[in-house]
């Protein structure tokens, strides 16, 4: 059984910054993939960061390149995604995910996941 532990969401002004983390307890494969999807209010779920332990890959949504960074501490399957330059666009419940690295083919397609965290809402204010 594994358990996402979520933080680091709240309220920000645009153009400000957040670093949500997201640490997998009970998580005992070494190949993994993490990844950061949000949900806002009335839209489905999008893909917004992954990281592949086994090559250090990264991959983004288009709404957020060049603003935000995902990160991974390997070895203590243990996620950060830092959100720069924030917009009321970027407004959402964000969630952190993780499977098994040889079974996610499509890293930013949420039906390659099977273990999320609960979710930890962003708020941006113009």
């Known amino acids: 059984q594994v358990l996402l532990a979520e933080s680091g969401g709240g309220s920000v002004q645009a153009g400000g910054s957040l670093r949500l983390s997201c640490a997998a307890i009970?998580?005992?494969?070494?190949?993994?993939?993490m990844g950061w999807f949000r949900q806002a209010a009335g839209k489905g779920r999008e893909g917004v960061a992954a990281?592949?332990?086994?090559?250090?890959?990264?991959y983004y949504g288009d709404s957020v390149k060049g603003r935000f960074t995902i990160s991974q501490e390997i070895g203590k399957h243990t996620v950060y995604l830092q959100m720069n330059s924030l917009t009321p666009e970027d407004t959402a419940l964000y969630y952190c995910?993780?499977?098994?690295?040889?079974?996610?083919?499509?890293?930013?397609?949420?039906?390659?996941?099977?273990?999320w965290g609960k979710g930890n809402q962003v708020t941006v204010s113009s």
């Open positions: 009970g998580w005992i494969y070494s190949n993994t993939c």
């Open positions: 995910a993780i499977e098994r690295g040889h079974m996610v083919g499509f890293p930013l397609s949420q039906r390659e996941y099977k273990h």
């Open positions: 990281s592949y332990a086994g090559d250090d890959s990264t």
